[in-house]
Antibody, heavy 120, light 112 residues
Framework: QVQLVQSGAEVKKPGASVKVSCKASGYTFTGYYMHWVRQAPGQGLEWMGRINPNSGGTNYAQKFQGRVTMTRDTSISTAYMELSRLRSDDTAVYYC?????????????WGQGTLVTVSS | QSALTQPASVSGSPGQSITISCTGTSSDVGGYNYVSWYQQHPGKAPKLMIYEVSNRPSGVSNRFSGSKSGNTASLTISGLQAEDEADYYCSSYTSSSTLNVVFGGGTKLTVL
């Protein structure tokens, strides 16, 4: 069965960076785009960007351009999202989500989420 | 401010039907049949309920249905059950150069 398992909660200081991992199993990792979506406490969902695990190509939401880097390691079927220059308003749960088609923006499987807390 | 507009809350009694709207523009909802709906219970990851406007993934109850007219998509839940109480989010592919996917602000469904 398809599973996306994310790394554990993180606490970071303002200005630091955080790297969240998402290990995929149960399907061919390179066959599906992986997206990252975040959710601030009590707020809605926000799309951050996506990576093509096959090519490594990425697309980022303009809001995060220059601060976010999405990578992957195909040898261990794992995607990564690194966010730098953290601010307090980056405190959120970060999800990875698999997209069954490249264009539609549908996410059929989600990771369990990783809480990132930014606090001095 | 979210790119897609949803009502903040809706409510209904068990057995009733409710509809949640999701309004966008011709660059997203109105321009493509790529609207999805997600259900999220507190502390849990979102779950895909509807994709490509009106398709249900395997395992999702047929009490959930989706439709679209112009720039507005809708999710209808019939025969409301207590377990349907959750937050619901719509999303759409967008042709915006700054985004690939846009979400609605979410709707809290309360089953009375």
């Amino acid at each position: 069965q398809v599973q996306l398992v994310q790394s554990g909660a993180e606490v970071k200081k303002p200005g630091a960076s955080v790297k969240v991992s998402c290990k995929a199993s149960g399907y061919t990792f390179t066959g599906y785009y992986m997206h990252w979506v975040r959710q601030a406490p009590g707020q809605g969902l926000e799309w951050m960007g996506r990576i093509n695990p096959n090519s490594g190509g990425t697309n980022y939401a303009q809001k995060f351009q220059g601060r976010v880097t999405m990578t992957r390691d195909t040898s261990i079927s794992t995607a990564y999202m690194e966010l730098s220059r953290l601010r307090s308003d980056d405190t959120a749960v970060y999800y990875c989500a698999r997209a069954p088609t490249p264009v539609a923006g549908t996410f059929d499987y989600w990771g369990q989420g990783t809480l990132v807390t930014v606090s001095s | 401010q979210s790119a897609l507009t949803q009502p903040a809350s809706v409510s209904g009694s068990p057995g009733q039907s409710i509809t949640i709207s999701c309004t966008g523009t011709s660059s997203d909802v109105g321009g493509y049949n790529y609207v999805s709906w997600y259900q999220q219970h507190p502390g849990k990851a979102p779950k895909l309920m509807i994709y490509e406007v009106s398709n249900r993934p395997s395992g999702v109850s047929n009490r959930f249905s989706g439709s679209k007219s112009g720039n507005t998509a809708s999710l209808t839940i019939s025969g409301l059950q207590a377990e349907d109480e959750a937050d619901y989010y719509c999303s759409s592919y967008t042709s915006s150069s700054t985004l690939n996917v846009v979400f609605g602000g979410g709707t809290k469904l309360t089953v009375l």
